[in-house]
């Protein structure tokens, strides 16, 4: 009784829209006929595609900014960024964008993109290190959307910002919570968490922190200097491996720290501060057999008191407080008897073999934090995070105790409070051209996110660290399902789920921006069919590609195989023949890769067409989406029998006089999204809008109402 009343009710809400859809038309265009909602009178076939997408000339310019080469950004239906407009803010990486790419090596995207159509207003955003967490909204007007980022860089930073007297000091007395934990009035409770640190590097600036220690380039050695090439490099794998407010991937976030693998000088160079707080930066060293148990074993030299760059485009204003420009380098002394107690005699350049590096932050250590916070230098607010991000497993610090302590460290209001001390920095490799490879290390600053891209720095000299995780190519990914009703030409049940494909479109881009590869990846999901239906694809392409690479995976893995599909070519395109019976290998995933000589612009991208089909009576009958053209082995005689009303010489197919198509393709959408509805075992043969109310009146609209009904189903 339970079930025919969920029945009854859901039949009457479809009934309702029913009505409201044709209410909106001629009255007499649809009715009731021989027991299919929404079937017209006249034998005409419907003229509505079922298609969910549009094409949209799209503009995103990020030139306003210093890129330092191709952004990546990624188009949302929905603002997808918690706590917008602070300093802990993050993208919910929950929520799916509905197209991502790369700009240009200056930052300006200009492109016909493919967008679900009920894509309407856009939210674009990006987590470029280089422009910051970044939205930009914007309307889709007669098929064009324009997003120019304009910057507000204070004009105040050129002012002076500490009430301090000019000079040079190597004095820690106002920073003197480097090494203890401070209560909410300033003051030192408890045990020292780390030793004092030490300063024998030489003095800084009273005002802003900047060493009086860096390296000239005019008189360092060879090779602790980045030439600009190098530099370009960097900055490009940093942008690869990093993006604000989105966790960082686990396999650059090493816990190891750096070991030279040979005799070596040392040389830090800062990249880019990427946050509005004014941290400090140190680093210590030890060896196989002085690896540190505690923060207390950590022999701290101070590197940069102050590593604000004053360069992120948006809220933060430091008042002038820059204690680090972009490119600064130090270099960093080896002291053989550091581990007794601070002792710095016998101070060389050369590390040996074998020592390793690690590296520090005081989050917040010179005391800066931009007026947005109204916190002046000076007051115990200025210093009152007790939080140290280390590169060495365990040798972390963050401390709440209780509620009382809470807003001084990672405490409760914290996403990520980090009790055992874990590491807190990124560490990859740049690999240059000639083979060469340059370690870059990012710190997470504080406990709020994952994103590991506060402090970005590179060491010198090439190959002389072990080997960091190498960065991927920038990926984007695109998604949608196909959906298939496999009776035609016959009429069917319009449950939609005869074969249900879903089809990912990978996208590899290189340092200007263009895709030098590109993937699509099919994947079947379970059905319960009596017919015997393959699955095949026509690969469609404009540039001919480097090489093409089928592989598989099986049911239930994620491990590739080699696969070999059979192929015909036809004009322009290639047809790949899958496999010949979907139900026997349910939840596969098939792959096709091409490569190509040279970077490609998106418009010189393949398309790709999933289609099923059967053997009947020794024919092959194909299904394909509405008015798309069948291959050279369709027998047609197969058109204009049954419900189908096709008329291949004036270019149609697979059409009929119903609401309800024979396939339809739904952008955006994963399989995952229908497991509670129509992949149900229950549902079977129950048409689809018994779970999608909203699909008769976006059908009876021909597309213009409801455009996102797949998103809504019905709700018990």
Known sequence: MKSFVKFFTRACTVACILFIGISCKDTDEFVTHSGERGRPVSDEANSFEFTTTKDV???????????????????????????????????????????????????????????????????????DIMVGLRRMMVEVVNGEAEAVLKTNVSATRAMPFRAAAAGETDDMTPLFNF?????????????????????????????????????DPATASPGLIFPTDIVEGLYETAKKALNSGTTCKEQYRASTDMTLIKDSEVSITGLGSFTCWCNSLGYYFYDQNSIPQSTQDLNIIMLFPNTQDGKRYDKCDYNGSIGMLR??????????????????????????????IGFIVKSNGWGCIDQAHSFNYGGWKTKKMNIWAASTEGMSYCYAKDKSTADIACGSKWNYPNANGEARTAKFAYVAPNGDQYTIISVEDACDDQDFDDLIFALNPANAFTEQAIVEDGKTTTVGVYAFEDKWPNRGDYDMNDVMVECEHEMYFDSKGLVTKERFRLTTDQNYVTLVSGLAARLTTKVNPKSVVMKKIA???????????????ESGSTVYYLTEDVTAELKSSYIIELTYSSGQSLVNLAQIEPFIYRIEDGKVCEIHLPNHTPTQRMDWSFFGTGDDLSEPTKGKYYVRNSLYPFAFYLANARLS??????LMRKNESIPIDQFYPEFIHWAVSNGEANPEWYLHPFSE
Request: glycine letters at 6%; hydrophobic letters at 30%.
């Open 179 to 215: 090494y203890c934990n401070i209560n909410s009035s300033g003051k030192q409770y408890g045990q020292p968490v780390y030793k004092e640190w030490l300063t024998p590097l030489g003095k800084w600036e009273n005002s802003n922190g900047r060493p009086k220690y860096l390296l």
């Open 327 to 356: 490119g600064d380098a130090i270099q960093l002394m080896y002291y053989p008897n550091i581990a007794n107690n601070g002792d710095l005699s016998g101070a060389t350049k050369i590390f040996p073999k074998g020592t390793k």
């Open 57 to 127: 000339d799209l503009l995103v310019d990020y030139s306003a900014v210093d890129t330092h080469g191709p952004v990546l950004f990624s188009i949302y239906t929905v603002n997808p960024i918690v706590n917008e407009n602070t300093d802990y803010a993050y993208v919910d990486e929950s929520i799916s964008p509905v197209f991502a790419a790369y700009t240009n090596e200056k930052g300006k995207f200009e492109s016909i993109v493919t967008l679900p159509t009920y894509a309407k207003v856009l939210h674009i955003v990006t987590g």
């Open 555 to 569: 049911p239930n893995s994620t491990q590739e195989t080699n696969a070999s599909y059979v192929s015909e070519k």
């Open 673 to 678: 999204s229908f497991e509670e509805t129509i």
